[in-house]
């Protein structure tokens, strides 16, 4: 069963990656962690290791002047915390100003994270949590 400690690690780390405090936010990882991206953009795919997201976001970080990300809700499950966010940013070549809504799918095992599904569809991440619990029951 997810923990309150769980969640409020998770939102800690979130709260550090508005700070641009990469290291912080990837403390909540397990050294051998696996983030994995699920959708059409160039950086779909899987990362494996704390080494391998921390190369990933920053890269991802390096695109934009501004990002701050917001939590809307968090649904806890039994192994995993589903994150429903909100970025807003500013295309660091462009200027753009940008909104997105998505979500994170963390599975915590002895208060770290050892995977991240990463959704841009919501609808997808709630399907995903759906039959994490059914696996699980």
């Not at 990837?26 to 050294?31: F, H």
């Amino acid at each position: 069963m997810i923990a309150n400690r769980d969640v409020k690690t998770l939102r800690d780390a979130y709260e550090a990656l508005n700070q641009g405090d990469i290291e912080r936010a990837l403390a909540v990882l397990d050294e051998h962690a696996e983030w994995s991206e699920h959708s059409d953009l160039p950086e779909a795919g899987l990362y494996r290791g704390r080494d391998a997201i921390r190369a990933f976001l920053e890269s991802f970080l390096e695109s934009w002047e501004d990002f701050t990300q917001e939590t809307e809700e968090l649904i806890a499950g039994d192994r995993c915390v589903l994150i429903l966010l909100r970025s807003r940013s500013r295309g660091k070549g462009s200027g753009i100003n940008v909104e997105a809504q998505y979500a994170h799918m963390w599975t915590m095992e002895g208060g770290q994270g050892v995977r991240v599904d990463a959704y841009f569809d919501r609808e997808e991440a709630l399907s995903a949590l759906k039959a994490s619990a059914a696996r699980q029951g």
